[in-house]
């Protein structure tokens, strides 16, 4: 598990494929066409609580459904990230 506020989400919309990985890890930078959409890899991410990483992940993965991203994989990428069980009875 990777602790919410280290994760950084990548994307990449030609292949639309989804990965959840540790900020600062091997595969914390992924050439061009993948990018970060939700900006984790900033200090505005870090700096947010786990409730509002949490909306701005679900609003994210209903994005990336729109968009042509299997649901599911989002949401199992998304599941590499560590929210606790206080913050999804908050939300």
């Known amino acids: 598990m ?6 950084v989400v990548w994307v990449n919309e030609r292949i639309k494929e989804v990965r959840v ?3 600062g890890g091997p595969e914390n ?4 066409p993948w ?3 939700i900006g984790a890899a900033y200090a505005q991410w870090q700096e947010m609580t786990d409730t509002q990483r949490a909306r701005l992940m679900t609003e994210t993965a209903i994005d ?3 968009a042509g991203f299997d649901l599911g994989t989002v949401l199992r990428e998304f599941a590499k990230a560590s929210i606790t069980t206080s913050t999804i009875r908050e939300y």
């Open 2 to 7: 990777i602790e919410a506020k280290d994760a």
């Open 21 to 23: 990985v540790a900020n």
């Open 29 to 32: 930078w992924l050439p061009r």
């Open 35 to 37: 990018g970060d959409p």
């Open 64 to 66: 990336l459904a729109m």
